[in-house]
């Protein structure tokens, strides 16, 4: 899939439009319905073969993954079987039950992890998803978004310390709002 087709396969299947609050708090006109195009098996392999491109491609090497529950669950299986690399799942909060664990999958420490964002507006989910990894001890190397709104994400990202790259833009696929 071309990165053009698939642009628009994600346009066709989850751009909404209309009034939507997002996790942020603001109001959009559009909405990106990430688990419209995440539940698309041709979106979701080429999502995966275009995270695993760019993940060979960071200096140093990667160890892990890492998604944030529920939006990254998908994108960080399909991108560890692309990649040959293992991942772990980032939970919102700790569960109080079982083992109480916040990541699940193994973790080490001095491990250089890659967290994959579905859509990316001001970042705050991935920062503290990142922020968990490095108290456990890890090193996020990066930080790669499916699509950067272009509201602040980027700016709060790598203002956190953090490299961040999307594989596409709201400005990129043409979208106004």
């Known amino acids: 899939m071309t990165d053009e087709q698939l642009t628009q396969r994600i346009k066709d299947a989850a751009l909404l439009r209309g009034s939507f609050r997002l996790r942020s708090g603001r109001i959009s006109s559009f909405y990106l319905d990430k688990y419209l195009f995440q539940t698309q098996p041709d979106i979701l392999k080429a999502l995966a073969q ?3 491109e760019k993940i060979a491609d960071i ?3 990667v160890d892990r993954l890492a998604g944030a529950e529920l ?4 994108l960080v299986s399909a991108t560890g ?3 040959d690399k293992p991942f772990v799942l980032i939970r919102n909060q700790k569960k109080d039950y079982g083992t109480a664990k916040q990541v699940e999958g193994l973790i080490n420490r001095g491990d250089r992890v890659v967290i994959l964002e579905d859509i990316a507006t001001t970042g705050g989910q991935v920062l503290e998803a990142a922020q968990t990894l490095s108290e456990m001890g890890a090193t996020v190397v990066k930080i790669i978004a499916v699509i950067d709104r272009q509201e602040g994400a980027r700016e709060n990202i790598v203002s956190a310390g953090y490299e961040f790259d999307s594989l596409l833009t709201k400005s990129g696929m043409g ?3």
């Open 71 to 74: 939006g990254g669950v998908p």
């Open 81 to 83: 079987i692309a990649a």
């Open 50 to 52: 275009r995270f695993a």
């Open 175 to 177: 979208i106004d709002g």
């Open 59 to 61: 200096p140093g090497g």
